[in-house]
């Protein structure tokens, strides 16, 4: 019998990546082949973001090629459509894309497992029992799926439900195998990682007592977790991130702006003075802390003076990295359905610009103070004759010196930009472990 191969294109958020890779695990398992080239693969697999406009072109943009390759014959294979892109009903996709074999959403591997007549091979065990297989020393590790916040703009609650918390001894387990093939780091996910345990009955376990849970694992060295809620982030998860070892000074807080009219629009469930207070309680808990948000410019009556409020508030806070978007409108959410997208481009343009250069002074004044200093870095990868790596605060460092991937080692930095820290390995640098 011929072996099946297959080809997974990913686009958008860290969780979707790990989707892709619990999927890879599972036709791993039924002993199909991954293939880097489409046209030699018997399935391809888009798996689509349309958090934000750009990202769902991308991803009809890439069907279209596919379904192109099969007209003229340069491929023999089925498509598979999931991700967030595929909603609770498809037929609205079925008749704009004929040629896709198989729509899922997300997590819905047994129906791709069924498209492809191996229901019956699974045996109801698809997930938990086929955990990714690891391909370096990081690894992405979903903990909870979903989100209950329906933030005006936002489609991801309408695409991967409500929020729902993984059994923690299975994340363990996952953990620990991780591991046991070399991951060295994990990130823990979620839409909003601090609600985990939320949803659970009874005595309810929170991000911090699953974290301390795998802490001790052998040779695991960081537990990292993305993405943060600000009023899900409690004392407790702060005080278990400060007083667990292995668990990074990192922190990724998405505030999305800096107007609370605007919070109030997007329904984001907070005000500007509650965000403050929860980075200062972290600065006080521990001063050298990375934190990192997201924000979007140009939301639905988004004013001059409400922008203005946003750069204020990055002068403020002075995050270590901002990632910056421009509001799109997504069909379905509340302020498509009842909010005027009434901000030109070309205004949402130049802010986008604005918010990018501040982030690019404060940036490099921040990661300038890691000049002179000797960082641990856990070595990734090689590239063009230098090793890169991440420090414990999730900065990028690129360097060169001896080294090899999934060690710890010490790096002298000797240069720094926004985006990124220079080094050499210290002259009497060992592996942690």
Known sequence: MTTQRYHIWTEGCQMNVADSQKLAAGLDRFGWLSTEAPEDADLVVVNTCVVRESAEHRAISKMGSLAAMK???????????????????????????????????????????????????????????????????TAYVPIIHGCDKF???????????????????????????????????????????????????????????????????????RIRFLTSYPKNMTQKIIEAVRDLPKVTEFFNIPVQHGSDPVLERMRRGYKLHEFHEKVDLIRSMMPEASITTDIIVGFCGE??????????????????????????????????????????????????????EVEARISAELNARYEGTEQDILVEGKRDARWHGRTRSNKQVHFVGEAAVGEVVKVRIDRTTAWSLQGTTADDALPIF
């Open 71 to 137: 007209r003229k014959g340069e491929g023999d294979f089925k498509i598979v459509v999931m991700g967030c892109m595929v909603g609770p009903k498809d037929e609205e996709l079925r008749r704009r894309f004929p040629y896709v074999d198989h729509f899922a959403r997300p997590q819905a591997f047994e129906g791709i497992f069924e498209s492809l007549g191996l229901a019956d091979d699974t045996g109801g065990e698809f997930w938990p029992t086929s955990f990714p297989t690891p391909t370096g020393p």
């Open 151 to 221: 933030c005006t703009y936002c489609i991801v609650p309408y695409r991967r439900g409500r929020e729902t918390s993984r059994p923690m001894d299975e994340i363990v387990q996952e953990v620990a195998h991780l591991v046991h093939g070399g991951v060295r780091e994990v990130t823990l996910l979620g839409q909003t990682v601090e609600a985990y345990g939320l949803d659970f009955e009874g005595k309810r376990p929170d991000l911090g007592d699953l974290m301390e849970a795998m802490h001790d694992l052998p040779n695991l060295q």
């Open 303 to 356: 004013t001059e003076s409400e922008f203005n409020e946003t750069l204020n508030l990055l002068e403020e806070v002075r995050f270590d990295k901002v990632h910056v978007a421009a509001y799109s409108p997504r069909a379905g959410t509340i302020a498509a359905r009842k909010m005027e997208d009434d901000v030109p481009p070309e205004v949402k343009k130049a802010r986008l610009h604005a918010v990018e």
